[in-house]
């Protein structure tokens, strides 16, 4: 085992991670010792593929407001959102997309040379900032562009997977992460850990997320002893491609695009007259679910029945310009033309809006962990997240991460040399030596297209049972499976292995806080409990570890702003 020692490690080069180096390295005039470590090339976090944009408040000349905004993702979040955490982000938001102006970012403009903002589902103003199609592979170039003007002392761990985080003395001491490129066990020891690893979305078999985005950070937080918050809440995005779930993004209804059902009709007018097929995506969702479920969707491959997107009437100069993405990926994908025709689509897993829990500040519980992004919840988005606000949140959080950490690393000493590491490379090793007869790949996939049955836009207490049950069958099976690779270097085969270990504790920490909860809001919509049941429910469900399984418990929801009210849209 080869050991590494640094100030400060952040692990995931999303725009969490980037976002909070960039603030560190600032902060300490380039004088810290970071380590970004990342089990992709660095650039290849999930963050590349966001689309539509980053929602800030940067008219208030125009109409727009703090108030509006924060009301608008409040209500959005079926009042689960804790609002002083609200008020905090709306406030900070407008200086993140001003910071990425003066680095360099290129802003879509509008014709008097203004940052151009367009329309998004839930916003009551138009409030997404962007860069056509490409928002956040835009904004990660450019942070890491300027990150490498202003650090000295960045080491990259490219191609890092990590297995464990291990904590000694009730504080954060180290990482293990196995060295892809040179198949080599190391350890990284830090004073403090910033986490940023994404979200979940691969638990599910049709989603809008990568491959690589299987839920690490969660899993092994929960496992280190950190609590999982508000995890049954799980996004599913209206217009997910068929067949593959590639995202086509919001934007695309932003810029006018409109959802048809079988029969030619613009059905949003029956669920949500005011805001039409720009209400909020849980509403979305259910709109179109209901739609194919009545008979007016249209026959899709493998029971993926689909509406239509239609973005025809935009014309083809506006494609172009503002949806250039979305038009390259369906003619290569599907080899459809949305200029000539409508794509086909329907509610696809996109996000997490749980996970490991934070005060205000992203600080975690363990004095000297922090977490930033789609794996925290500092519960801004609540029960269902309003487009455009999470690279928002990766934005303002990585910030306050990469401060908070930066100063605490000033003044720390490293905890002591972890015991545990030596533990943790006997169970890889077992694993590879394992002769075991299960077959980690099926057991994958038979936990996400179990996710895709049970816990999907609509939910049953009997289905959410069942669910569990099989995640626990799973589980049981994951005990017993063996790998085909055997060696270290570049061992893909060990790695898809540990992810899905991680996975099936996500999966089971959802799918009870999701059957635990008799109500529907939000993204947890149950067709046995229909109303949202504020006397019992307006709380964040606490999930921790036992050897059992997990622990449920119950916190406050921050209602300073505003009292909960029917939300109709
Ligand atoms: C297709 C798509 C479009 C989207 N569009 C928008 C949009 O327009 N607007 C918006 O606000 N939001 C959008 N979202 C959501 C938003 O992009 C994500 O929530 C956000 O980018 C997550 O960023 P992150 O920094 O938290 O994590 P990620 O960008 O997912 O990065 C995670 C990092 O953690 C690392 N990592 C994970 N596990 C390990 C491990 N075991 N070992 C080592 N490293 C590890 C990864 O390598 C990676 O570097 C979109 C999401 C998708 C999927």
């Known amino acids: 085992m080869e050991v590494y020692n640094h100030d400060l490690i952040i692990l995931g080069t999303g725009l969490a991670g980037l976002r909070a180096a960039l603030e560190a390295s600032q902060q300490s005039k380039g004088e810290l010792d970071i380590a970004l470590v990342s089990k992709l090339q660095l650039m290849r976090a999930h963050s590349v593929a966001a689309e539509g944009g980053t929602a800030a408040v940067m008219r208030q000349d125009m109409g727009d407001s703090y108030e509006l905004h924060a009301w608008d993702t409040v ?20 200086k993140e997309i001003l910071h990425l102006d003066h680095w360099g970012i290129p802003w879509s403009r509008t014709e008097d040379g203004h940052i151009a903002q367009r329309p998004f589902g ?22 890491y562009d300027t990150l490498m003007k202003h650090t000295k002392k960045i080491n990259r761990y490219d191609e890092g997977f990590v297995t464990s985080i291990l904590i000694e003395n009730g504080r954060f001491a180290g990482l293990t992460m196995i060295d892809m490129i040179n198949g080599r066990f190391v350890l990284i020891r830090g004073k403090a850990l910033i986490l940023a690893t994404g979200g979940a979305g691969q638990i599910f078999g049709f989603t809008t997320y990568s491959e690589t985005v299987t839920g690490d950070g969660l899993a092994m937080a929960y496992r280190a002893g950190l609590t999982l918050k508000d995890m049954e809440f799980i996004q599913f995005h209206p217009t997910g491609l068929i067949p593959s779930g590639i995202l086509m993004t919001e934007a695309c209804r932003g810029e006018g695009g409109t959802l048809l059902n079988s029969n030619g009709e613009r059905f949003m007018g029956n669920y949500a007259p005011s805001k039409m097929e720009l209400a909020p995506r849980d509403m979305v969702s259910r709109s179109e679910m209901t739609e194919i479920e009545a008979g007016r969707g249209f026959p899709g491959p493998d029971g993926l029945d689909y509406i239509h997107l239609d973005l025809r009437h935009l014309g083809r100069a506006k494609l172009l310009e503002r949806l250039p993405l979305i038009r390259e990926v369906t003619i290569k994908h599907i080899g459809l033309d949305p200029i000539d025709k409508p794509i086909p689509i329907r509610p696809v897993a996109h996000y997490t809006m749980g996970g490991v829990h934070t005060d205000i500040k992203g600080h975690t519980p363990i004095e000297n962990i922090w977490a930033a992004g789609e794996v925290a919840c500092v519960s801004l988005h609540g029960a269902n997240r309003l487009g455009a606000n999470s690279t928002a949140e990766c934005l303002v ?34 694993l590879i030596q394992s002769k075991g007869t299960e077959d980690h790949y099926q057991i994958r996939k038979e936990l996400r297209k179990n996710l895709d049955a049970t816990m999907g836009v609509f939910r049953t207490g009997e289905q959410m049972e069942a669910g569990l049950k099989k995640i626990r069958e799973l589980k049981e099976r994951y005990k017993s499976i063996s790998l085909k690779d055997k060696s270290l270097r570049y061992n893909t085969d060990l790695e898809r292995a540990v992810e899905t270990g991680f996975m099936i504790d996500v999966a089971e920490v959802a799918t009870l806080g999701a059957l635990t909860r008799t ?17 019992n429910w307006l709380k964040h469900t606490m999930a921790t570890y036992t050897e059992a399984g997990p622990k449920l418990s119950y916190s406050k929801v921050d209602i300073s702003m505003w009292k909960p009210v029917e939300r109709k849209y």
Request: proline fraction near 3%; aromatic fraction near 10%.
């Open 122 to 143: 839930g916003h009551s103003y138009p409030r997404a900032v962007f860069a056509a199609d490409k928002t956040g592979h835009l904004e990660m170039q450019t942070l």
């Open 75 to 94: 209500k959005g979040s079926d009042f689960l959102a804790d609002q002083d955490v609200v008020d905090f982000f709306v406030h900070e938001m407008p």
């Open 519 to 535: 109500e529907s809001r939000g993204g947890h919509a149950r067709r046995d409990y229909k109303v949202r049941d504020d006397e």
């Open 397 to 430: 959080w990585g910030r306050v991460a990469g401060e908070e950490a930066a100063r605490y690393c000033a003044n720390a000493s490293a905890a002591e040399m972890p015991k545990t590491a030596e533990q943790e490379w006997a169970k890889i090793e077992a």
